[in-house]
């Protein structure tokens, strides 16, 4: 009577399915397996810190440059960025607390991707049983977005904290008629866009698992709906000046090319993850050939493969079919993060498919050796992104010696649309924020990242006073997306400059032109 007695709306959660199992060996197993998965998921999470020491990339300067200024001027910075500034108010309170050292200003995003793991671990508990939920983790920990993402000095890490929060609570609404928690799923799918506006992407996922979960119950939809689309909306008003801002420059940000079908394909399926699953589907296969007997596999519940390819593939072919139909090509590995906690819940339910928990720890621990091993042993992944760190150290040694002035060329795309600052306020502009956090001490001048007109007309009046005052100057510009300047100045400076390359660091390449004798 009193489990008669229980309120019918409260939420009530679906024991896992396993294979029947005598008790005392699945005890002795549980209490075997259990550290072996604690500790490849501390392997897992190790990966991310291999480059926590890389100098900041130019995204990440950028970040640096929007609290710069301090807690009052991060509001009206928003608009440069493709964010709302949420990000930049935690990031400058943590500068406060740790400093502003580049491991220091990669700890808010380790914090946050951790706690987007736990996340993410009780979402697929609701799912799938204890261990698939650790490989869940474990895969999404070593999916290489998201080693990139978890000490990246950008909102990435803490989108992906919102969403998997959203997740969670989602399948939580999928048994509940609470409208607190459904106050709360509207309040978070608005937060996802709060810290990026690409990763509204993962909305419709969202919605569209909603929907189908409580298609059959009309009267709680609808009720549920209007409530969780009352709190989105209401949450979402900060944020729509910047969406206005983003929809009318959206062609000014692009820099990448248009993806192809590997690109997708890369960011669904690793090359260990396909190696590891081969091998656990052979081991299986050849262990029921020799019994002689079939394979017996659960009931799928149709609802847990809908969610967890919805949740993968809708924010991934959106962001893939806009980049290839469009000209607006959003198709970046850190934009592509919203679609991996829908990738690794996916592997997951392939890997609940296979009934031995032999098999799944076997599967769990190759994955994490051999994915471990290279990320240790190669030197790729030391290399967080391309950084001007290094030229700017070299000129700053040998420009300052005689006050050199050096002539930089933005790393920014939207360098070519916007105005190019002056000498005396491009240590402070956007477009040059590599120089905010890598001081130079020596005049700059600045050009866009392109050979345009404004370039050629800035150089020119430029390259007539150094050989008029018979002045030493370097050039520093990335070598691939800036070439066309390097080589203007090599031809138009000859008559009067000798030039030297005094190399390239991270792509950036410096050259120094001496005045000719005589000249």
């Given amino acids: 009577m009193k489990a008669l007695g229980a309120r019918s709306g409260s939420r009530t959660k679906e024991p896992p399915k396993t294979h029947p199992q005598p008790p005392g060996s699945w005890r002795v197993q549980n209490h075997v397996s259990l550290p072996i998965y604690a500790v490849a998921l501390a392997v897992s999470i190790s990966t991310w810190f291999i480059a926590i020491r890389a100098p900041l990339w130019r995204d990440e300067a950028v970040s640096y440059w929007q609290i710069a200024a301090g807690f009052s001027q991060i509001w009206p910075r928003q608009f440069v960025a493709l964010s709302f500034p949420a990000y930049s108010y935690i990031l400058w309170l943590s500068t406060k607390l740790i400093g502003t050292s580049e491991i220091a200003l990669r700890i808010p995003s380790v914090i946050a991707m951790l706690g987007a793991v736990y996340l993410l671990y009780l979402a697929a508990r609701e799912i799938f049983e204890r261990e698939i939920a650790i490989i869940a983790a474990v895969i999404f920990c070593l999916h290489p977005i998201v080693v990139f993402a978890a000490i990246d000095i950008r909102p990435y890490a803490f989108g992906v904290l919102v969403t998997n929060a959203a997740i969670l609570i989602l399948l939580r609404l999928r048994r ?129 493969l809908l969610l967890c390819m919805s949740l993968a593939f809708i924010p991934l072919l959106i962001l893939f079919g806009v980049s290839v139909g469009t000209p607006i090509h959003m198709f970046t590995p850190r934009h592509r993060l919203e679609a991996v906690p829908g990738i690794a819940l996916c592997w997951a339910f392939v890997v609940s498919r296979f009934h031995s928990r032999t098999i799944r720890l076997l599967f769990c621990v190759t994955l994490v050796a051999t994915t471990a091993f290279q990320c240790f042993t190669s030197p790729l992944p030391r290399h967080h992104e391309v950084s001007m760190k290094y030229a700017l150290d070299l000129v700053e040694r040998n420009a300052s010696v005689d006050d050199a002035p050096v002539v930089i060329c933005s790393v920014f795309i939207e360098s070519d649309s916007w105005a190019i600052p002056s000498m005396e306020t491009v240590k402070g502009n956007v477009l040059f924020a590599p120089l905010l956090y890598y001081k130079l001490s020596v005049p700059v001048v600045p050009l866009p990242q392109s050979l345009t007109d404004g370039a050629i007309q800035e150089a020119s009046r430029f390259l007539r006073e150094a050989a008029q005052n018979h002045v030493r100057f370097l050039v520093v510009a990335d070598q691939e997306l800036s070439y066309k300047t390097l080589d203007w100045f090599a031809h138009n400076a000859v008559a009067t400059h000798s030039m030297h390359k005094l190399g390239v660091f991270d792509g950036m390449e410096v050259v120094e032109f001496v005045p000719r004798a005589g000249s």
């Fill in 176 to 304: 509940s008629g609470s409208n607190w928690l459904t106050v709360l799923f509207g309040l978070t799918a608005a937060w996802i866009i709060w810290f990026h506006f690409l990763m509204g992407v993962i909305l419709p996922a969202l919605l569209f698992c909603f929907i189908v979960f409580k298609f059959r119950d009309r009267k709680t939809l609808l009720r549920q709906f209007s409530v969780a689309f009352a709190a989105f909306a209401l949450a979402i008003l900060p944020v729509i000046p910047g969406l206005i801002d983003l929809f009318r420059t959206s062609r000014v940000h692009v820099c990448e090319p248009a993806p192809d079908l590997a690109d997708l394909a890369s960011t669904l399926l690793s090359a260990n993850l396909l190696f590891t699953l081969c091998g656990a589907a052979l081991v299986v296969f050849l262990v029921f050939a020799a019994r002689g007997r079939r394979n017996t596999v659960d009931r799928i519940e149709g609802w847990h």
